[in-house]
């Protein structure tokens, strides 16, 4: 028997939509999809352009899927094949060419509407909450201290136990910090947020420096075990990527400059942790004082960062205004832009197989993300177009980037699909055979809430 889908298979996905929308024609659930995945902004395949960290970011999104997915197992079928399964089930009918529930299925849809509405509910409390996000980051830097630590220890390397001696410094901070912001102490915690920087980075210093002596006059001990440094620092930097991006987005739509902090000292953990398998690297080529050269550099490093920090904390501590602009939210373009790329997606998909003037593209356009128009699991997590837009005035934004790709072709002010523009549908398409929504998909998705509206746009 084949194991059920964790949250939300393609089924759910469909019974879902008809109980909420009523009877759909197959073309109707087909265009329920394409916006589903359209919108779906952490699952798009990264672009040469855009920037190293969001091109980390979306790699980490796909790897996380396909290690989630038991991807043989759960191929998705087209949406027919689908809506088979379920009439074969008895949980949904077609009559005069529209899909329906049956009584068993409605009840059935109810619970997993039910489910993904409490399912969106938890995600705001448990994550998107700034206590929650305090809790979460003292667990995990608990988890990343004890394995750098010890790692360093067994190791003996002198970058890894510098590192692992800052992360065991983030766990004590982080549970002060998460005290703080229970007890509603907040600039406390980000004071000792800041003072934990600064402490870390003077033990790393000292640390590095009497390493270096030794170095010099040809005592020092060689890192042991580098293949085991380089792994421990890899798991380390995907875990510092998430808190980045996590601690960054929570504090930024917040307004809280603790887990700013802790967002600054998250990304310092990525280069840090690049700067240890660089010094394993070069202990296998027998260059052994770049390991203890590398730690001064983080130790400058953070003792920067924690400068800038007080400052701002002070400042925030006299009265004065909180100003978080230079604090940019991570991946605020890529929510726009992925937009804009939903908007295009639609485009291209009306106009697979069909001839559409713009009059009609605009029309339809302005339908399908109507504000009104739901959206299963999207709806339920807020993440859908809330806004009303004016796709006359931005047609020409939409169009000309697909026009320059030869995706569409335009003659006599008749717009079709080019055949470049159906193998890019075909493809898009086929990067979600296996997508399923889980508890993570689920917290990425929230991410595009209406209610963080405001710090989304440019």
Not at 11 to 31: I, N, R, V, Y
Not at 84 to 103: A, H
Not at 227 to 236: C, D, F, P, R, T
């Amino acid at each position: 028997m084949e194991k059920e889908r964790l949250l939300l298979g393609y089924d759910k996905f469909l019974m879902m939509a008809l109980l909420k929308e009523g009877p759909q024609s197959l073309e109707e659930l087909d265009d329920k999809t394409i916006l589903f995945l359209s919108l779906i902004w952490y699952q798009q395949l990264p672009k040469k352009s855009q920037p190293l960290m969001e091109k980390l970011f979306f790699t980490l999104a796909h790897i996380r899927s396909e290690l989630e997915d038991e991807r043989a197992a759960k191929k998705t079928g087209k949406t027919e094949e689908e809506c088979e399964k379920l009439i074969e089930n008895g949980w949904v009918k077609l009559e005069d060419g529209y899909y329906s529930l049956t009584s068993q299925g409605e009840e059935l849809a109810g619970k997993f509407v039910q489910n993904m509405e409490k399912r969106a509910s938890r995600v705001r409390k448990d994550f998107f909450k700034v206590d929650a996000a305090a809790k979460n980051t003292t667990v995990l830097d608990a988890f990343l201290a004890v394995l750098k630590l010890g790692s360093g220890l067994v190791s003996g390397s002198v970058g890894l136990t510098a590192d692992g001696t800052d992360a065991t410094m983030d766990t004590i901070s982080a549970f002060m910090v998460w005290l703080g912001i229970k007890y509603h102490r907040e600039t406390l915690s980000t004071l000792l947020v800041v003072f934990g920087l600064f402490f870390a980075s003077l033990s790393i210093g000292y640390d590095s420096v009497t390493h270096l002596i030794s170095a010099f006059y040809g005592t020092l001990t060689p890192m042991g075990m580098p293949y085991l440094v380089i792994v421990v620092e890899g798991v380390a930097i995907l875990a510092a990527v998430f808190l980045f991006y996590y601690q960054r987005y929570v504090g930024k739509v917040n307004s809280s400059l603790t887990l700013i902090s802790q967002s600054v000292d998250s990304k310092n953990h990525i280069f840090i942790g690049l700067s240890v398998i660089a010094g394993a690297v070069f202990t296998l080529q027998g260059v052994y004082f770049v390991d203890a050269l590398i730690a001064l550099f983080i130790a400058i490093g953070i003792f920067r960062d924690a400068t800038d920090l007080l400052r701002e904390a002070i400042s925030v501590r006299k009265g004065e205004e909180e100003d978080y602009s230079h604090y940019k939210l991570p991946l605020e373009e890529t929510w726009e832009g992925n937009k804009m790329m939903a908007f295009q997606n639609w485009i291209l998909y009306i106009l697979w197989g069909k001839h559409r003037t713009r009059p009609e593209i605009v029309s339809s356009l302005g339908s399908v993300f109507s504000p009104d128009n739901y959206i299963p699991v999207l709806s339920e997590l807020n993440a859908t177009v809330k806004e009303v837009h004016d796709f006359d005035e931005i047609f020409d934004d939409l169009v000309v980037p697909l026009k320059k790709e030869e995706l569409l072709i335009l003659e006599e002010e008749v717009y079709t699909l080019s055949d470049a523009g159906s193998q890019y549908l075909e493809n898009f398409l086929s990067n979600f055979d296996y997508y399923d929504v889980h508890m993570s998909d689920t917290i990425l998705l929230s991410m595009a809430e209406d209610e963080f509206s405001d710090v989304h746009h440019i």
